[in-house]
């Protein structure tokens, strides 16, 4: 390795925090069981110090029915059908307040150098064309709205002592799941987005970052458009991605034509559609975190921090098959780690926030992938 030439800063490897997680947490498990669960993921001495957690704005595909005492679908301002809200004052983030937001609070006093980052699935229903949760574009006059959306989620987080690191514009804008929440933008839309939301948020928050795509590498030449605007370029802090598409090499076609911004890894999965056995999967996990930080990313986030026996609790539709970075036994309230949890405990537990990537080969003997970092302290 070569401590002389340095890459990009790391900012934080960790998960989402879904509402299926936090519900998980909070009740199937013990108050004793749910500590120590929680200090093994997120304490830096005792556990492997995870140090990012990407919230969805909302609910999710992994969201548990009011019927086991969680949640309908919902975002921050829903209105009944043929209702609108332009002046947002049914904002309320009260459905956070039960469970997630109270789990976020016991995350942050274990390691307050965890960061939060939020992404929309979608934005309310009135503020798009069709007016469904499961598709469709924004309307044309609720961009000045939908900044303020933004900020007032900031601002409603901070009431409760917790600070949003960076927003994501949408959760996969490319796709329309249309059996929860999804929002179409093309690169035209993130422009216009960037361009109400960013004066909006540099007054109000400056030190919060606004990402755009969100979404696989396959399509790299939608953040390179957003990026191609100069005006709006200037609110950007960078492009965020997802690995259920193309290869990581994507990341660093963006770097290199806007070097000046930065590249976030945001989400994948683990899931039973991969080869059976645990080695084949820490060992395919860590060897693609790897590919994503020698492709220039500040994090690496992976999806779910915790699911059930069953891949849930969950809505239809979505990743049956995606299991969390532990496993929870709701009849017990005992849990497993899976492969994703070692591959953490391999690169979060010592790539401390701050940290740079350094030089070093792509390949070391035998054909091993390897990345090398040096964190603020000097340690290697």
Not at 131 to 136: F, N, R, S, T, V
Not at 202 to 208: C, I
Not at 239 to 259: C, E, I
Request: charged letters at 25%; aromatic letters at 12%.
């Amino acid at each position: 390795m070569n401590t002389a030439k340095t890459y990009q800063p790391i900012e934080g490897f960790g998960a989402s925090l879904t509402d299926s997680s936090a519900w998980l947490l909070d009740n199937a498990m013990s108050q004793a069981q749910r500590r120590a669960a929680l200090q093994e993921l997120f304490d830096p001495q005792t556990g492997i110090g995870l140090t990012y957690l990407r919230q969805p704005m909302g609910t999710s595909d992994f969201r548990v029915s009011s019927s086991m005492g969680g949640h309908d679908d919902y975002t921050y301002d829903d209105m009944p059908k043929g209702k609108s809200d332009y002046k947002l004052s049914r904002f309320s983030i009260a459905k956070d307040e039960k469970y997630i937001i109270p789990m976020l609070k016991k995350i942050i006093a274990i390691n307050p150098d965890v960061k939060i980052m939020g992404s929309p699935w979608s934005a309310p229903h009135w503020m798009k064309k069709g007016e469904a949760l499961g598709g469709g574009r924004l309307k044309d006059d609720v961009y000045d709205t939908y900044a303020l959306y933004f900020s007032k989620y900031i601002e409603s987080y901070a009431e409760h002592g917790l600070t949003i690191n960076a927003v994501t514009m949408q959760n996969e804008p490319q796709f329309e799941p249309g059996s929860y929440h999804g929002t179409r933008m093309e690169p035209s839309d993130q422009i216009k987005l960037a361009l109400t939301m960013g004066p909006l948020l540099r007054d109000r928050h400056p030190d919060v970052k606004i990402l755009i795509w969100d979404h696989n590498w396959d399509v790299p030449e939608f953040p390179i458009e957003v990026l191609n605007n100069d005006e709006a370029k200037a609110y950007i802090s960078g492009s965020a991605f997802h690995h259920y598409g193309g290869n990581p090499k994507a990341q660093t076609r963006v770097h290199n034509l806007h070097p000046d911004r930065g590249i976030y890894f945001t989400e994948g999965s683990n899931g039973e559609w991969q080869p059976p056995g645990f080695d084949i999967n820490l060992i395919g996990t860590t060897s693609r975190m790897i590919d994503i930080l020698r492709n220039w990313s500040r994090t690496f986030i992976m999806w779910n921090l915790a699911l059930d026996t069953e891949n849930g609790p969950k809505i239809s539709g979505g990743c049956d098959t995606c299991y969390g970075v532990i496993t929870i036994d709701r009849s017990d309230g005992s849990y497993s780690r899976r492969p994703q949890y070692y591959t953490f405990g391999h690169s979060s537990k010592f790539i401390r926030p701050g940290a740079y990537r350094i030089d070093s080969t792509e390949t070391d003997h035998d054909n091993i992938k390897n990345a090398a970092f040096v964190n603020t302290d000097g340690s290697r």
